[in-house]
């Protein structure tokens, strides 16, 4: 076969495309190819882009990229977006419990095409991070639950809490943001997930946050929360996830910034406990009264007892009849 070097390749062999260069819709450059990832049923997947000399590989879905020559081009996802990815690490396989978790953490990445309706865009939320909200503050006495230890329903830990994300709109504290243990997921990541603070309660002596209706591990696999404002579809799909999941206590009204409405929960109060706490307006079943004592056939009513005779102080007591 007589090869023309001068006629443009209409099929590409893998190798061919080792080392071509991937750039973000701004340009700015993203890394280089490093692999290529085939699916059983004979489709390109993925493509893994290292990213510089010493930085790690990620996946780059094969959908999300437009071909060029000898380079390639991300459609929508900046540099500083893939940078936030789970690293790829190529010695192992990409077997189906990790690419599961690969759609669920990050849906907008690796999930299933969103429909035309999904919330909102990454970036747009008006949920930020307490250290970004310029006109919020911790009112006075409020605990400040960085650091803390979280627990799921199960009572096994989760990780640390991170961050607050706060909603300036209502000043109030609305999520939490915690640091995963890496034993709890399947991806190489820093894993940082969002809990609602309406499915937690904050035990102040211990330094604890214990979060109700879901495991640790279920906790872990909530969609990645991955910095800045909180993109509406990983909120709605974390609201889903915590939706029907088990009595949660009431939020701490302490991390509001502006008093709790009447129409709210009521207080959150902390417990050293660790067991879930019965709400304070709970009905609490009361054992039946006790039956009382069998009536001798010799005993009676003291309704039927005479009363006594008055008498004067210095007169003797009377004497029993047959004295």
Known sequence: MVENAAARAEVLRSRDLIGWAVADPAGATVGTVSDVLIGRDGRVRYLAVKRGLLGGSVLIPVGELDWGEQSMRLTRWLDAQVRRLPAYDGNGPLGPDVIAEMERAHPRFYGPPLPFDAPGVEGAGSLVPLRQARD????????NVRGWSVFGEDHERIGVVEEMLVDPGQMKVAYLDVDVADDLFLLREDRHVVVPMEAVEL??????????????RQVALLPAYLGGALDPL?????REAFAGGGDAPARDPRLDAAPVPATGAPVLRPSDERTTARPSDAPVDLPPPPEPPDRHPLDRDPVDEPPPEPRRGDEPPPLPPGA
Request: proline share 7%; hydrophobic share 35%; aromatic share 8%.
């Open 203 to 216: 035990r102040e002596r211990g330094q604890d946050v214990w979060v109700h209706g879901l495991t640790a």
């Open 136 to 143: 919020f503050r911790l009112p006075k006495g409020a605990p």
């Open 234 to 238: 990983v909120e709605t799909r974390v």
